[in-house]
């Protein structure tokens, strides 16, 4: 990744989607969405399979239609125009590269749509290549690439059209796990380095939050919280995005805790210490422990739930056993009251 | 060790058979004409000099690049036919597609040759068409004209293996690989071409070879519109008017056999590299979209006009069958039903022996391929996989060639009563079984790799022998794999002519499908001959029902019901 000559996009574009509404037949797919997405900013859809985030990526992309609403790119409604006049880069789940044609051949393939000079093309085609490491593979085709060098193709023959933005579908998922950790990065270089304006669908909130600026999380077809990921791991807006990213005790009227109507207490685990049964309001026998090197779990039967307290490990301390009747003390800035 | 030694004892003695009825009926024959071809007449040593003379005969060349053009052309207008097809149903929301996928098989239950004559009364100089066009805009058009007719013809037959195998890539095709070529600005037909089609092109190719190679080995149909210079039916009229001794028809038959393999292995190196099906994840097919009013007139328009050309052979053959009179106008004179009386009283033994010899064939298939798919999948036997590749080799014998050779090599064999081998009935059979034998091998062999080994293992965990294991386990759940093998086996063997056409020395052997030949020769007999044309198709349609339903049954009775 030697020469950084590509041009970046003229302009960050940015993205408002308002109202969006979108039914196959009679299922429900997205309901009342709305975000906005900053010029230049790199941006995730992230939810549980099914909650509509892909359907959403598409509905900018132009594969998918929506009963109501709008989806304004740079200011302008997209709606009139099929998936062909939009300049919405998608790098595709299954990278989708035609194997019928070289590597260079693929990430030709939307600048001779564009009927652009073949001199223009070629010039094009050698800086995508570059960006992505890949100049060497030019003639190959995509059969006989690994993985993540069939992902940098299907990044480079998106970015080479020069999108107004950037949409990645689980790119990925079909990395395996070392192998992810490495591109994901790449990915954010990349995307630092273009300026572009990037959307992110994954159902591993651990991948969200490691490169993206902000979160849109999703739960059946409802964006449940928008914010930053320290955001939405300080401040989750509901039960949902509170025990999507990261795990969270939930505890309600049923545990015998008293809270506000409509609302339950919800708390980190390592917020949370064991303490003496006295004068402490969450208290009940511990039903396992784990060490876990650095920490000790205990999961603590309270009411009809089950709890983690997650303590720091010092050696030589002593570790409560199984069965001890043990209190859960916990500081009132941590206790955190949501609806559902 | 002493049960593995009786078990692979059996397999082996098993596949000895097996491997005596190919080299008899298939490798001896097929041997024996490529023996005659390279050999002096009258001596015995080995030579060249035929193939000079099949060089140097003006005749034979002549014939060679009429088989060639008519091949190639028949290619070129099925492709016509079915890649309009194929990109409507798979491409579009198109109601009209469920009747393409029913009606455009329809050519398959019926042989080219069946309809010959059919169409020259629809689509001849003086046929229907011809008539009208004539009456109201004074022109004609030469549909029929020579080769042309033969083109014609072969295009309307055989146009769905190219269909079938071309629609069943464009499924195959991932939606994303469709989707970002849109991303990238690709729409339309463009999009279709530079991505759908190449994507699709084995199955094209696949299905187009299979047409080239059919229409090169025909015999019947050129000759039943007296069309006689080209390759396949040189062949034939060699041997019948100059005699078995004559070198030049075992000549023909070797070109016609290099031809039909050079095909084959042309078309796998095209397709060498080109699997792309299992370089795809996830499915889905290309996306649909509804067309616009405008649109979808345009495209019931050709899909109609495709139809009607599908289904002339079957309505002329109909009309044929029940005509008086039927010549020099657009319909026939007047209706009777006096063809089918005579073809169900004097000529019923032409049914009677079609019946007959297709269930034979059939049944032998379905044994012999289910043993070799057992043989190859299931045990390590050494040399089984040559019993897979000598039966496939079939399939670039053409059928006229098999028939020389049973001819030629049996001929000599006489039975005890001095009647030659070669004219007994049941060497019919035995031609028409190895004809067919290919595609009832891939069906057992697609019965049988949908059974998981595991299966059986647990039968022998329980204490099953593997002979026992084999007919409690193996076979019960074959079966419907099987049938429907059997039945595809009966339904193609009942309209098999090529082989058969060469083998018949007396008319109370001949099937149904000689029958129709002979009677479609003469104005009088072609009545007739339409109506054993009507009952071939009738019967075929049925078993080609009745396969498909045996295929789903045994899908579902497996839990396989998707």
């Not at chain 1, 239609?65 to 709606?79: E, F, I, S, Y």
């Not at chain 1, 914010?227 to 969270?248: C, D, I, K, Q, R």
């Not at chain 2, 089609?197 to 059919?214: D, E, H, N, Q, T």
Request: net charge positive.
């Amino acid at each position: 990744m030697t020469g950084m000559t590509m041009s970046k996009p003229a302009r960050a574009v940015g993205i408002e989607i308002a109202d969006v509404n979108l039914s196959y037949g009679s299922t429900h797919v997205l309901k009342n969405v709305d975000l906005t997405i900053h010029p230049g900013e790199f941006f995730a859809f992230l939810g549980p399979s099914g909650c509509g985030k892909t359907t959403l990526l598409r509905l900018i992309a132009g594969f998918a239609q929506a009963q109501t609403g709008r989806v304004l790119l740079d200011g302008q409604d997209v709606a009139p125009l099929p998936p062909w006049r939009r300049d919405v880069g998608m790098v595709f789940q299954s990278y989708a590269l035609w194997p019928h044609m070289t590597v260079a051949k693929n990430v030709a393939f939307g600048l001779e749509e564009r009927r652009l000079p073949r001199v223009e093309i070629d010039r094009r085609v050698a800086e995508a290549l570059d960006l992505v490491g890949l100049t060497a593979y030019a003639g190959r085709r995509p059969a006989q690439l690994s993985g993540g060098q069939q992902q940098r193709v299907a990044v480079a023959r998106t970015i080479a059209i020069e999108p107004k933005v950037l949409l990645l579908d689980e790119p990925l998922s079909n990395l395996d796990a070392k192998m992810r950790v490495s591109v994901r990065r790449e990915l954010r270089a990349l995307q630092q380095r273009l300026g572009l304006t990037t959307i992110f669908v994954t159902h591993d909130q651990e991948e969200a939050n490691t490169i993206c600026d902000r979160i849109a999380v999703m739960d059946a077809g409802t964006v449940r919280q928008v914010g930053t990921p320290m955001e939405l791991y300080e401040n989750p807006a509901n039960l949902f995005v509170a025990s999507f990213l990261g795990s969270a005790n939930i505890l309600g009227d049923g545990d015998g805790i008293a809270v506000p109507a409509g609302k339950r207490l919800v708390f980190r685990p390592q917020h949370a210490t064991l303490s003496s049964v006295d004068g402490v309001p969450l208290r009940g026998p511990v039903t396992h422990r784990e060490f876990l090197g650095a920490t000790v779990r205990y999961a603590v039967r309270i009411g009809g739930s089950e709890i983690l307290v997650e303590t720091p490990f010092q050696s030589g301390a002593e570790l409560r056993r199984v069965g001890d009747t043990v209190g859960v003390a916990l500081p009132p800035e941590r206790m955190l009251y949501l609806p559902a | 060790m002493a049960l593995a030694g009786t078990r692979s004892a059996g397999q082996a003695a098993l596949a000895l058979a097996i491997a005596l009825f190919l080299g008899v009926f298939l490798v001896v024959p097929v041997a024996t004409v490529i023996y005659v071809a390279f050999t002096e007449k009258g001596g015995g040593a080995l030579t060249l000099i035929n193939f000079l003379d099949f060089a140097r005969t003006e005749l034979f060349v002549r014939s060679f690049w009429n088989s060639i053009y008519v091949s190639a052309m028949t290619v070129v207008w099925a492709s016509a036919l079915a890649l309009p097809l194929a990109y409507l149903t798979t491409r579009f929301e198109f109601r009209g597609a469920m009747l393409v996928q029913t009606l455009g098989f329809l050519p398959l239950v019926m042989p080219p040759f069946v309809g010959a004559v059919a169409m020259q009364l629809l689509f001849g100089r003086n046929g229907s068409v011809n008539l009208l066009l004539d009456e109201w805009f004074d022109f004609k058009i030469g549909f029929m004209e020579g080769l042309n007719g033969v083109i014609f013809l072969q295009a309307i037959h055989y146009f769905p293996f190219i269909l079938v195998n071309l629609s069943a890539a464009l499924r195959n095709i991932d939606r994303s690989m469709e989707e970002a070529a849109q991303n990238l600005g690709a729409h339309g037909l463009r999009l279709f071409r530079r991505i759908a089609l190449p994507l699709a092109l084995p199955g094209y190719i696949a299905g187009a070879s299979l047409v080239f190679v059919k229409v090169f080995d025909d015999v019947a149909t050129p000759l039943l519109l007296n069309v006689k210079e080209m390759l396949a039916p040189q062949a034939y009229l060699r041997i019948t008017s100059i005699g078995i001794d004559d070198p030049m028809g075992y000549v023909i038959s070797v070109v016609l056999i290099v031809v039909a393999v050079a095909t084959m292995w042309a078309s796998a190196l095209v397709l060498k590299g080109k699997d792309y099906a299992t370089t795809q994840r996830g499915g889905g097919g290309l996306a649909r979209r509804k067309l616009k009013p405008r649109e979808q007139a345009l495209a019931y328009a050709v899909v109609i006009l495709i139809l009607a050309l599908v289904l002339a052979p079957h309505v002329g053959l109909l009309l044929l069958s029940f005509a008086t009179v039927w010549s020099f106008s657009p319909l026939p004179d007047g209706y009777t039903l006096a063809h089918y009386a005579r073809v169900l009283g004097d000529s019923s033994v032409y049914i009677k022996n079609t019946l007959l010899y297709a269930s034979l064939a059939a049944g032998i298939d379905v044994v012999i391929g289910g043993a070799i798919a057992y043989l190859v999948l299931r045990t390590k036997l050494p040399g089984r996989q040559w019993l897979d590749w000598a039966a496939s080799t079939a399939l670039a014998v053409p059928g006229i060639v098999l028939g020389i050779g049973y001819l030629r090599a049996f001929y000599g064999v006489n039975l005890p009563d001095g009647t030659p081998l070669a004219t007994l009935w049941i060497v019919i059979v035995m031609a028409i079984a190895i004809r067919r034998l290919p595609y009832a091998l891939r069906a057992a062999y697609a019965a049988l790799q949908q059974i998981s080994v595991s299966l059986e293992e647990a039968a022998e965990n329980l204490g099953a022998t593997k002979a026992r294991t084999v007919r409690r386990i193996v076979i019960p759940l074959m079966t419907g794999g099987l049938l429907a093998g059997f039945v595809t086996s009966f339904a193609t063997a009942a309209v098999e002519l090529s082989a058969v056409l060469i083998l018949v020395q007396s008319n109370s052997d001949a099937p149904l499908a000689y029958g129709l030949y002979v009677l479609m020769q003469t104005p009088a007999g072609r009545g007739a001959g339409a109506a054993l044309g009507v009952i071939a198709v009738i019967i075929v349609a049925i078993c080609m029902g009745l396969a498909q339903l045996a295929a789903d049954r045994s899908q579902r009775a497996r839990g396989l019901d998707i």
